[in-house]
């Protein structure tokens, strides 16, 4: 599971899940590329990181030119962009009667078009090297959740959004295999963030949900790592358009 000379683009990954992903890529040999919109957090978490294995970018991954200057400076800085990790997510909880426009479309910007715009950026600077005859362009790995494969209350924006990152997952690998580019997705339950908070403090929250899962407790950041950082190495280069479930056997399917 090497990722040795690998540059990895990792978005919404100043603290929680994408913040352990680029620990992990560091770890395994790769730089990482982080992107986050609180300048504050990445340059605390530049601190962290070996020198010259890590660069932080402020951007808004649901405003086009601030994507396309994110993937420039991973080039400029690194010379290639060997996979990205669209990570990147926020919560505005309303029950749907209630939820505003301006609700749904926050989070419907930066979970899916901003994995949209991240894909397309990514994607053509990798689909450039796969015409220039390099034979392993890079891995796109998509953050979704149990929400968008069942639903959620409170939150349809962002079950919604997790729904279409499914779609987009499938619909990429499909039209990028004949490049070599990989294209995957990662569903996950409850893990130890700070989004999670509420679920995992509330005790009735906290009851409910863990009466769910098979094995007994929640994720940490850490342990759902692993597979994302799994799906961009070279351990997984026969696996493309899949869903991974990570949630301790929340979901479990045929």
């Known amino acids: 599971m090497s990722l040795v000379d690998r540059t990895i683009i990792v978005t919404g990954a100043g603290q929680g899940i994408g913040r352990a992903v680029a620990e992990l890529i560091v770890e395994l040999g790769g730089n990482a590329v982080v992107a986050d919109m609180n300048p504050e957090t990445l340059e605390a978490a530049k601190a962290d990181f070996p020198e010259g294995r890590f660069l932080g970018v402020e951007a808004n991954i649901a405003e086009e030119a601030d994507v396309q200057n994110l993937v420039a400076k991973?080039?400029?800085?690194?010379?290639?962009?060997?996979?990205?990790?669209?990570?990147?997510?926020?919560?505005?909880?309303?029950?749907?009667?209630?939820?505003?426009?301006e609700q749904w479309n926050q989070v419907?910007?930066?979970?899916?078009?901003?994995?949209f715009l991240c894909t397309q950026?990514?994607?053509?600077?990798?689909?450039?090297?796969?015409?220039?005859?390099?034979?392993?362009?890079?891995?796109?790995?998509?953050?979704?959740?149990?929400?968008g494969i069942q639903g959620t209350i409170g939150q349809i924006n962002y079950a919604t959004a997790k729904a279409g990152i499914l779609g987009t997952t499938m619909s990429t690998a499909r039209e990028w295999a004949k490049y070599g580019i990989r294209?995957?997705?990662?569903?996950?339950?409850?893990?130890?963030?700070?989004?999670?908070?509420?679920?995992?403090?509330?005790?009735?929250?906290?009851?409910?949900?863990?009466?769910?899962?098979?094995?007994g407790r929640f994720s940490t950041a850490q342990e759902v790592a692993r597979p994302v950082c799994f799906l961009l190495s070279e351990a997984a280069s026969f696996i493309t358009g899949q869903r991974l479930s990570?949630?301790?056997?929340?979901?479990?399917?045929?």
């Open 121 to 147: 950026a990514v994607g053509r600077h990798m689909i450039a090297r796969a015409k220039a005859g390099d034979s392993n362009p890079g891995a796109i790995v998509n953050i979704s959740s149990d929400a």
């Open 183 to 215: 294209a995957n997705c990662v569903a996950f339950g409850v893990v130890e963030t700070p989004m999670t908070e509420t679920i995992r403090t509330n005790e009735k929250f906290r009851d409910t949900y863990m009466a769910k899962i098979p094995l």
């Open 108 to 115: 419907i910007g930066v979970h899916l078009t901003g994995a």
């Open 74 to 101: 991973a080039v400029e800085a690194f010379g290639s962009v060997h996979g990205l990790v669209n990570n990147a997510g926020i919560t505005r909880t309303a029950m749907i009667d209630k939820m505003t426009i």
């Open 246 to 254: 990570v949630n301790g056997g929340m979901q479990i399917a045929v």
